[in-house]
């Protein structure tokens, strides 16, 4: 076969495939456009059935995310699927509530009035999901879009394919397959999605693509929400730990790095920032809080993919970092593994700590006084999240009022993600917008203001001919002055 007839048949799928593309998302508009979408007892069923399918599918669910990131079903059910159940419980019973409109406070001068800010779906929405929650990041953004009304377009990452492939055969049959399509596909369908017109896109993943996505939403004025990620900071201050504040901050370390898809998370801890004489003693207890967390391999993910394989090894690899590793750093190219690793010090310049680690890596940096680290912090580029572990207000205080991040978690790590008052999301270079909760509604909700007046008063002070004395009625009236008002608009005060 030529080259020229090999050209044009991939021309020819690609059309064919733009034209079923355009297909879709002209079915989720006439979804939305025929506007059941908008009732609270369509929204309902949505949830419900997103429920049911994570009732009567978890098995399936397990097993797709097993297959594609070695995820223990406990992992699976703690980080994914029991997550999933709480936000859908929690939409399900605030639903009411968030969809009523909020009444606000309109001045006097303007009685009778009344004004409030009614929630409205944007419309037609589109989610793009990464593949290190391929489960949780697809679903948990669906739950929010659908609360407000919206239909959805979500597109899985093709990275994890065994959980894209679950979440088309199956959200279907769940909840209505016309205002929710699920679409698969590579880069080369997410670049064909973006050429649509949306009313909001999200997308979770790297900044390399969401720069790509924002010049491509830009084309349509497309508002975009972006997560992100970054080098989140672990601030660990031992000196007023004793020996169980160690062991449990140890825990929790090692749960929010290692037990977190192996590292491969967005909010994962990235690097630690400890004083210099007290690395020896954080050292000791990771290590033997590892060997007892993992002794079956199987208990950690995998890394996802060949590729991202190769740029994990690579970091150990550098000649100026691997003299720094303390702990691991064993790999296992056929299983794609690698041990959980610690490091102490590596080179400031280097890969390892330029760039966000995305594995099972942990660096431990040294500083002569803990509040260095606030110093240290601030110099690199927001994070999506800061954790410290401190006994110190004081600290605590300084991390919240100098430093800047999407979210900041003392004394533990990564479950500020599973709290839904909490807003989720990234700031600067980790990403804008936030969801979660009330704030998934609102991020794919439009407030549309809405205000009400009568027709028995009427100040013809707000309309020409202009004089003197409409200016100093005025004044009195934006200083919500209204005695000095009426007495000017009597004549009894100049």
């Avoid at 007290?278 to 050292?283: C, I, K, Q, S």
């Avoid at 290590?287 to 967390?293: A, D, E, G, P, V």
């Avoid at 479950?415 to 609102?442: C, K, M, N, T």
Wanted: glycine share 8%; with cysteine; proline share 5%.
């Amino acid at each position: 076969m030529s080259a020229a007839t090999m050209a044009a048949g991939a021309a020819a799928a690609g059309a064919e495939a733009g034209g079923a593309l355009g297909e879709t998302v002209r079915e989720l508009r006439e979804a939305y456009e025929g506007g059941r979408t908008r009732s609270l007892a369509w929204r309902q069923a949505q949830l419900r059935g997103l429920l049911r399918l994570l009732k009567e599918k978890e098995m399936e669910a397990f097993q797709a995310l097993h297959t594609d990131l070695g995820k223990h079903h406990a992992e699976a059910f703690r980080d994914e699927v029991g997550v999933l159940i709480k936000s859908a419980n929690g939409a399900l019973q605030q639903l009411r509530k968030w969809m009523a409109p909020d009444r606000v406070w309109v001045p006097l001068i303007a009685w009778p009035a009344t004004a409030q800010v009614v929630p409205e779906p944007l419309g037609v929405v589109l989610i793009f999901s990464c593949w290190n929650f391929p489960l949780g990041l697809s679903l948990e953004p669906l739950i929010g879009a659908l609360a407000a009304g919206n239909a959805v377009a979500l597109k899985p990452s093709e990275l994890s394919p065994c959980t894209a492939r679950f979440l088309a055969d199956n959200i279907g049959g769940y909840i209505d397959a016309s205002a929710v399509k699920v679409v698969n596909g590579g880069p080369e369908v997410g670049g064909q999605l973006m050429e649509h017109r949306w009313d909001k896109v999200l997308f979770t993943g790297s900044p390399r693509i969401a720069r790509s996505v924002m010049a491509a939403a830009a084309r349509h004025l497309t508002p975009v929400a972006l997560e992100l990620g970054g080098k989140c900071p672990c601030i660990f201050d031992a000196a007023a730990a004793g020996a169980r504040d160690l062991q449990v901050s140890a825990n929790r370390i090692i749960a929010g790095k290692w037990s977190s898809c192996a590292g491969q998370a967005c909010i994962a801890i990235d690097y630690v920032l400890v004083e210099e004489r007290f690395a020896p003693v954080l050292v000791k207890v990771l290590k033997s809080t590892l060997k007892r967390f993992f002794q079956d391999a199987d208990h950690m993910a995998r890394i996802v993919n060949e590729r991202h394989f190769q740029r994990l090894s690579g970091l150990l690899k550098d000649r100026a970092v691997a003299p720094s590793i303390l702990h691991g750093g064993s790999v296992d190219a056929k299983n794609l593994y690698i041990e959980p690793t610690i490091l102490l010090n590596p080179p400031l310049d280097s890969a390892i700590m330029t760039e966000e680690i995305f594995g099972p890596l942990l660096p431990i940096i040294t500083v002569k006084k803990i509040e260095d680290s606030i110093a240290f912090v601030k110099a690199m580029p927001k994070p999506l999240a800061i954790y410290a572990f401190t006994r110190d207000a004081a600290l605590r205080r300084r991390v919240v009022e100098e430093t800047s991040s999407g979210s900041v978690t003392f004394n533990d790590a990564v479950v500020q993600y599973a709290i839904d008052g909490l807003p989720f999301g990234g700031v600067g270079q980790s990403g804008f917008g936030q969801y979660h909760g009330r704030h998934s509604f609102e991020m794919f909700s439009h407030k549309k203001a809405v205000m009400k007046r009568g027709y028995l008063l009427e100040l013809t002070l707000r309309y020409p001919p202009w004089d003197d004395s409409k200016v100093t009625l005025m004044r009195y009236l934006y200083r919500f002055n209204y005695f000095a008002f009426v007495l000017a608009f009597l004549g009894l005060r100049r």
